[in-house]
Nanobody, 122 residues
């Protein structure tokens, strides 16, 4: 699966962004789809994930009630709506997919990654 993210940018605190991740090469309907964030000198961390087999969605505590992950299997696209953004939300956001079935997937267990999109919050 090839993944391409878009939608990053620079916003002021309190603003919103919507990230998109388009998949090609395989359908996303069978897989876990997740969004991860990485900042310098820190490990990549899970932000949100969604599962098609049970429509479950999971979020990092730091983004609950502010971020929303959704997927459109017909378009092979997953989205991350980010509202009420804070400076600590900044980083490079990656879309990833793989065979994981519950909870926030460990980054090392997902085998396809996008190139990342930068989010800056000032």
């Amino acid at each position: 699966v090839q993944l391409v993210e878009s939608g990053g940018g620079s916003v002021q605190a309190g603003g919103s962004l919507r990230l998109s991740c388009v998949a090609s090469g395989d359908t996303i309907g069978r897989y876990c789809m997740g969004w991860f964030r990485q900042i310098p000198d820190k490990e990549r961390e899970g932000v949100a994930a969604t599962y098609s087999h049970n429509d479950m969605k999971v979020y990092a505590d730091s983004v609950k009630n502010r971020f929303a992950i959704s997927r459109d299997n017909a378009k092979d696209t997953v989205y991350l709506q980010m509202d009420s953004l804070k400076p600590e939300d900044a980083g490079i956001y990656y879309c990833a997919t793989g065979r994981w079935y519950a909870g926030m997937p460990p980054p090392g267990n997902l085998d396809s990654w996008g190139q990342g999109t930068q989010v800056t919050v000032s």
